[in-house]
């Protein structure tokens, strides 16, 4: 093979290189801005629906279930399917009554990624109404999660097990 053909050759296997490498790119990028817009979505969604909550209910939550919540209007069209709320990321969210009716949980079936745990936490950490998070079997009171190094700490857990945020 001439060397001018070789030259050709191997310059054309390196441009097809390096559009591999861009086209690799361009997908983390938009994957990673998904993940931000979601977490950033779902932390406006618990943000927004506790006071919602709570101003109707007053501090005795009995009764509030997923479709008392979708009927009062509390949950946007694109994060309810009949009676099943479920999130930017396909989880399953309940909102339910605590066991002793003065308190609530909003609870993501199965946890939650590490950034969208943060990010709620991050928007609650001053909310008067916000109590305690739980991770699967393992809660922790607000003043628990009220700094950054204290949320990416607990937010390590937030993918194994129900992500429980409580309300009062």
Same mark, same amino acid.
Request: glycine fraction near 8%.
């Given at each position: 093979?001439? #060397?001018?053909?070789? #030259?050709?050759?191997?310059?054309? +296997?390196?441009?097809i290189?390096?559009?591999?490498?861009?086209?690799?790119?361009?997908?983390?990028?938009?994957?990673?801005?998904?993940?931000?817009?979601?977490?950033?979505?779902?932390?406006?969604?618990?943000r927004? +629906?506790?006071?919602?909550?709570?101003?109707?209910?007053?501090?005795?939550?009995?009764?509030?279930?997923?479709?008392?919540?979708?009927?009062?209007?509390?949950?946007?069209?694109?994060?309810?399917?009949?009676?099943?709320?479920?999130?930017?990321?396909?989880?399953?969210?309940?909102?339910?009554?605590?066991?002793?009716?003065?308190?609530?949980?909003?609870?993501?079936?199965?946890?939650?990624?590490?950034?969208?745990?943060?990010?709620v936490?991050?928007?609650l950490?001053?909310?008067?109404?916000?109590?305690?998070?739980?991770?699967?079997?393992?809660?922790? #009171?607000?003043?628990?999660?009220?700094?950054?190094?204290?949320?990416?700490?607990?937010?390590? #857990?937030s993918?194994?097990?129900?992500?429980?945020?409580?309300?009062?």
């Amino acid at each position: 093979m001439p #060397r001018r053909n070789r #030259r050709g050759l191997i310059g054309m +296997l390196l441009s097809i290189v390096v559009a591999v490498v861009i086209v690799i790119a361009i997908f983390a990028v938009y994957n990673q801005l998904t993940a931000s817009a979601s977490a950033a979505q779902t932390a406006v969604f618990v943000r927004q +629906l506790a006071p919602q909550i709570s101003n109707q209910y007053r501090g005795t939550y009995t009764g509030l279930d997923n479709a008392a919540a979708i009927s009062s209007g509390f949950i946007p069209d694109n994060w309810r399917n009949g009676n099943t709320i479920t999130d930017p990321n396909g989880t399953t969210v309940t909102v339910a009554s605590a066991p002793n009716s003065s308190r609530f949980n909003i609870t993501f079936v199965g946890g939650v990624p590490v950034q969208t745990c943060k990010a709620v936490l991050g928007a609650l950490k001053s909310d008067g109404r916000f109590h305690a998070v739980g991770f699967g079997s393992t809660s922790r #009171r607000k003043n628990l999660v009220d700094t950054p190094a204290k949320i990416n700490s607990e937010c390590a #857990r937030s993918a194994g097990g129900d992500f429980i945020v409580r309300f009062r």
